[in-house]
């Protein structure tokens, strides 16, 4: 974890365009991480393209996913997925929602994740499916009320890697580099490629 806000913000920022940049998230996904002060607090940008997510744009949440003040800017309304996971699971530091093109096949048709090679093996094999219709029927496939990040949260249970039908994929770590491997993207700044969540 960053020992300052001001270092949570900056590699905060930097994790938003990394994976913006290599494709991993759209206009549409986001990366939370958990205060480095406040474990009942965590840190989420402005509802913004990630690729343009600079440290000035974080608003800080409480774990019921509620803005400590207005931020006077528009929010990401899944933001329940970080809150209700940082609730549920006190060692992750770093929650991404995102959905990545190359999961899309699998969350049409249920197909279970295998992986290929060493960097997709973190995220397990045959990890969790969440179907939001089982809980919630027809809705508008978001995940915006505290139950449905509460239904997801449980479905990740202890693994780090939820796959969620015909919507996305949610990867949880114990810090933002820890974020990286599941995500697929290259630990290049760590000093050994062992993952340790």
């Not at 994790?15 to 002060?37: C, K, L, W, Y």
């Not at 929602?97 to 190359?102: L, N, Y």
């Not at 969440?130 to 479905?155: C, H, I, K, Y």
């Amino acid at each position: 974890m960053p020992n300052t806000l001001a270092e949570a913000r900056q590699e905060l920022a930097l994790a938003n365009q990394i994976v913006a940049n290599e494709g991993v998230i759209d206009a549409f996904g986001h990366v939370s991480m958990r205060h480095p002060d406040d474990p009942s607090r965590y840190l989420l940008s402005r509802s913004r393209a990630p690729e343009l997510v600079t440290p000035d744009d974080f608003i800080e949440y409480d774990l019921e996913s509620q803005p400590l003040r207005d931020p006077g800017v528009g929010q990401y309304s899944e933001r329940v997925i970080h809150g209700e996971i940082y609730k549920a699971r006190p060692e992750v530091n770093s929650v991404c929602h995102h959905h990545c093109p190359a999961f899309m096949p699998l969350l049409a048709t249920g197909t279970d994740y295998m992986p290929i090679f060493h960097l997709g093996a973190v995220g397990g094999v045959r990890p969790p499916f969440w179907d939001q219709r089982d809980e919630f029927g027809d809705t508008n496939m978001l995940v915006v009320r505290p139950e449905e990040g509460a239904s997801l949260a449980r479905a990740l249970g202890k693994h780090w890697m939820v796959l969620m039908m015909r919507h996305g994929v949610t990867v949880a770590g114990t810090s933002v580099s820890r974020l990286r491997v599941p995500l697929g993207l290259s630990p290049r700044e760590t000093p050994s490629t062992k993952y340790e969540p």
